[in-house]
């Protein structure tokens, strides 16, 4: 609904547990937004983060804003792309319409910070799910599976997979996980960090690197905008998996068990499917849902 004290009305009862599977129709802003769930606090377990924020009808959600297809700035400042819309599908089923999200640049290194610290409630931000994070973040998801792949300019030939990076100068950024899998594997490479990927690019183009590494649909975002100076390597051929989870403050077990529900629900009645295909699988091929992780 666009009417955000209509959202306060909290007109439904008793949706239960199954708030997030039941999604009233109610479509936030438009058309092709995500649909609101009418909730009622009291469909959430008392205390609860949930409970929290419907009761608020406000969350602050971080994610990328320089990064084609999945979180990048639009002319007002507003991030779109795919976790942007994931983020709206979980805020959605707590009863809160896009309108009531506030987003936050989260860079690579900041994410864990910005969750422990409370800055913000969610991160949705190309966030691969791994057990060096999960010591002091939780996982819910994942909702899709990318993988760590090479990118080079229009005219390079020498750089053909990542058994050529020896003396080479490796653009990624601080503090992701391609940036620790040079460090590992490619200890020959001459890594640089940069706080983000735009700049990694821009590096790139400049001529200051030879390479950017991090995952495949992350690089083809930046080449499907700069099709006449960027190429992926090998077709963009991939060398590790990373699946991409939504962060949350450790141990909140309800809250990562309410938005992995929220996921599912998303898979079976085609929200998912439709947030990838208005944002990301505009350049991309539409994936399966991968299967969430409830460790
Ligand atoms: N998915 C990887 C990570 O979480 C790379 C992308 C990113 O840095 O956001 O570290």
Redesign the pocket.
Known sequence: MTNPLNRRLFLSASLGTAAAATLAACGGGGGDEPEVAEVDTADFPEGSTMAALAEAGAITIGT?FD?PLFGQAGPDGTPVGFDVEIGKIVAGALGISPDNITWTETV?AN?EPFIENGQVDLVV????INDTRKEVIDFAGPYYV?G?ALMVLIDNEDITGEDSLAGKKVAS?E??????YILDNHPDAELQTFDT?SNCVTALINGQVDVVT??NV?LAGFVAADEENLKLVGDGETFTE?P?GIGLAKGDDDFRTFINDTLEAAYEDGAWAEAWEATAGTVLPTPEPPAVDRY
């Open positions: 990328k990064q690579s994410r931000a190309t966030y691969t990318a760590q950024v503090g992701s996980t391609p940036a620790q990927y991090t995952d992350i990373e991409y």
